[in-house]
């Protein structure tokens, strides 16, 4: 580098320099140009636009959207009653106020708290909610001596409201106060006046369509901030309506049978996937997610040992246990694994060629040689062994993939659970292990890696109820049920139909078999985890809850021409049959006996 | 030494001219915000203590040489664009946006790392390079703004991804690429303005739209560009007095506090309040012009030019919006709005400032 050029460098800085600050210049003089204008030029303009500026733009909240059963009964709505709020530039001192209240009604620590969180995102002129819900004698004594509060009144305002309370706790789901990081920055205006937002449920998939469009008024406020009149700008657009498939009836009779229990339900029409009725047990009341779920309330959901938060019909994975054999017997039938008339050997356990394991039946000795119609209706573990190993892990998997299993099943609700179809490469994946042969043998009884919802297992139910044809699962009514129909010949539906019918006249299912509506079903016990086994494979301690296996059950009716489809799972029930089984029938009936009455259009 | 020489030694190295400019900005915030929060004791208190915090970071700075702070521009810049791609990828989304990292309970915007970061390296790699005017050193310049200034735009925070180019463009014309470079820019930004209205999102062209006419929707998009003007303008010669802004204290004013917050100042002390402010930021910007064209060092004057230029370009983008001579972009005003990310960059530049002022080094 020569000598000169530093200093020929700086020269050039320098005059860039000059060009940078010339810049600074006219950019500083355009700005004071428009500071002048405004503050000295147009000033009176502006002057008296802030003196008589006082037309504030409050919004209108829109009415939200009902939810309404097959029927038309109604499964959310928007209550009106009475609230007192505050507006803190009407009220000189709002924490005195609410001391002063607090002696002719009583205002929570946890209404008080909301209303300070409130205070400080308010403007001054907008009211605030304190209280909800003022009962008539409360409001009288308000009214007696509401000239010592000023700023104080009573508003009507809307709340939502579940009237079956924790019937419909999974699937309508709830609203709950709206945080500004649910909402994008571009849809803030949509929420404009509104405190609430679908948080579950249909509630949370159908939010853009319930929730409707907020509207605003003008409001005159004079200089002091007091309001002098109102003009409506743009109506509110009010929610949309959904109506819902679910049947209020079938729905408490699955609740009715589950009381006490743990589990879900979930009842389908097979001809077009309509959700009937999905519960989930334990569940809760949405009712007091409205308003912002005081702490006590959400720490006793939160540490409930049965977890009423959860949604076993949507997310609850559960091994299928031997509901999965109509399945696997169907995907056996399809690959020319066996045929529907061969009889396979029976005992009372089976044994991989080569290898000492014995895998035993649940029936102590076993049942004989069976075919498969009588294996399905005896719940014949040997025999689906056998199948299972003919099929492999992969084939397997692939015919269980058919019916929906280990895929959501797209139903109009968020967070589905996909379930699992086991696999080498899955196993691998997952937790790093080799899969062996023994893995395959159990999930032709449905244990194992296999898990399956409630909701892919009345599914799958439905799609052989049905002749073949899988449905996407809806609780929104729809007038495109579209179904997918399966690749098996409708001979070998019609042998599992009949193997399932066969359950319930004289098989595991015999506990319903003096149904009054003709039932085909099937059993399964789901073996739970940690529960601990003999050689035989007999469950120790069986007297522990926990250590119960799971009672599961899948059923359609009428037999001939099904209009239901059900699974039930009942956690650590025990014995499918005895367990599961009557909430399906009480499902069931309850649905046919109530169906033939012609729909009522309100 | 005693002690409380030593104590003292490091306040020399502070440059008066800009500490007389940040101590008025500091009383001026402080007016305001008080004013702005109906009188809050609390808030003021929490905006002093930003300010406590501020000046100690850039004492600390100040005092650190100039060849110590280009040593770590490198890694300055590398962990910036790393974190901002991480943002990216699992950064916290709000309000639609990703632009925060967090760690834990705290949370943290990478693209104000980027503030300095990019400014810094492009003084580092302008400050070694020989041939200036030979266009790898252009092309170069322009792939190292466009990294971040693409991840940024992304997230999506188009405004402050516009005022880190702009920093590196000043740096480049400060550095002394060549003039054809930078029309070849002006003529390709007029040309793309179109085509890149098409990739803003739904509420990014509502701001501009309500920028050209704030009239559309008086009491939606345009309502904050109205009121604000209305705040300005009521303020006239004198302002209304401290206390005495209706629109601020009546609410009509959205975040008066934050990057509004000029508004509530000329509506409260007027014209001459006004003309007082900016001639505060003219003495901290004209100051760091000064320190920039008095230093030997390529590195120094580089950087020292850059940061009074973006210095500046805060300023007038923040007035600009208030009084509506551009749209609405989330920028605070320097060291008045209340908040802390922001003011602890701003005190880091002009930390950085102090430092190329208060080490001097002859070119061998």
Redesign the interface.
Known sequence: ?NAVQ?AR??R???R??L???GL?TV??A???I???R???W??D???T???H?????LPIAPQRGLILDRHGQVLADDQTGFALTITPNKAMHPEETIQRLRRILPVSAEDQQRFNHDLSHA???QPILLRRNLSPGELAAFAVQRHQFPGVDIQTRTKRHYPYGSLFAHAVGYVGRLT??E???????DYAGLDSIGKSGLEAQYETLLKGQPG?Q?VE?D?R?HTLHTRL?NPPREGVTIRTTLDLAVQQAAAKAMIGQQGAVVALDPRNGDILAAYSAPAFDPNAFVDGLSTAVWSSLRDDPGTPMANRFLRGSYPPGSTIKPFVALSALRDKAVAADQRLAGGAYYQIPGTKHKYYDWKPGGHGAQNLREAIRDSNDVYFYQIAMRLGAIQLGNGLAHFGFGQRSGVDLPGESAGVIPSPVWLRRRYGQTWYQGQTVMMGIGQGYLLSTPLQLARATASIANGGKLVIPHMKQTSDSATQPLDFSPEDIAVIQGAMRDAVTSGTGKSLANDLHAIAGKTGTAQVHHAQRNDSGRVLHDTVQLWQDHALFIAYAPADHPRIAVAVVVEHGGHGGSIAGPVARAVIDTYLDTVTTPEVNP | MSWHVRLLKPLRKLDPAIMTGVVMLMLISLAVIYSGSQESIRVVLAQLLRFAIGILVLVLVANTPPERIRAWAPALYATGILLLAITLVAGKANLGARRWLGVGPLTFQPSELMKLALPLFLAYYYSQRENVRHWLSAVTGFVLIAIPFLLIAKEPDLGTAAQIGAAGVFMMWLAGVRRRWFVALIILAAISGPVLWHFLHGYQKERILTFLDPQRDPLGAGYHIIQSMIAVGSGGFWGKGWFNGTQVNLDFLPEAQTDFVFAGFAEEFGLVGVLLLISTYLLIVLRGLVIAYESRDAFGRLIAGTLSLTFFLYIFINMGMTTGILPVVGVPLPLVSYGGTAMLTFMVGLGILMSVHAHPRTHE
């Open positions: 580098m530093p460098e700086h050039q800085f320098t860039r320099l060009v940078a600050a600074i950019l500083t355009l700005l004071v428009q500071i002048f405004l503050q000295v147009d000033h303009l502006y002057a636009q802030s003196t500026n006082t037309i504030v733009l403007r001054p002129y500004p990081a909402v994008r920055e571009e849809q803030m205006a605003d003008e406020v200089a901030g700008r």
